[in-house]
C-alpha cells in the first residue's frame, strides 16, 4: 500500500507487511471503499465512531498474495497513500499533538533514514498538508485515539519516527 511518491521501490516488490497493517477508512472515504467492495457486506468495523478495514486474515482483503496488487487500487484509503507516512498523536517535550510520522517497520523508511533522508518524507508531508483543510486533522485525531483503544489489533507496537507537527494549510 505504499504512497505514489514511494512507488517504484524494489523494497515493495519483496515486502508485504504494509498490507499487514489495520487501515483506517476517512469518514468521506467508506462510500468508496463500499462501492469497489461491491456490496454492503464490505469488511468495514467500526470502533468509537472510526471504521477500520476489517480483515478475516492476515492481510487486507483488498490485497492480492498472488500478484501482490491492491484490487481498489485507484480508490485506495488516503492512509494508503500517504504510507509509510502517516499522521498520528505524538508527544513532543510533554506536549501531545499530531504529527507527521514515518512508520519504521517500512523497508523504505530505514533506507531513506539510514541515508539521512528525512528531509525526503518532510518534504512530501507538506506537499500533502497543502491539501488539507482542519476538518481532515479532527478525523485524524479521531482514529488514533480509537486504534491506540484497541491495541489487541496490533500484533507489534507502533513503532515510528517523528517528522513535523501537522499543520493543515485549509482552515474548515
Ligand atoms: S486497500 Fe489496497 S493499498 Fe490499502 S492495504 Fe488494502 S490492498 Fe493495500
Redesign the pocket.
Known sequence: ?AGDFVSGSDACRTCDL??R?N?YVLPHERMLVKHDGGSDNVPLVEFSGVAF?AKSTAY?P??STASHR????EH??FA?RIYPLDVILHVEQGVENLWWVVHDTCPITQHLLSEGRKDFFLEWAARFERLMDDHLGEAFRRQDRAARGLEFLFRTPLKYTPIKPFVPAIEG
Open positions: 500500500m504494509c498490507e497493517d487501515i478495514i487486507c483488498f490485497y491492491c484490487g481498489i487500487y485506495r484509503p494508503c
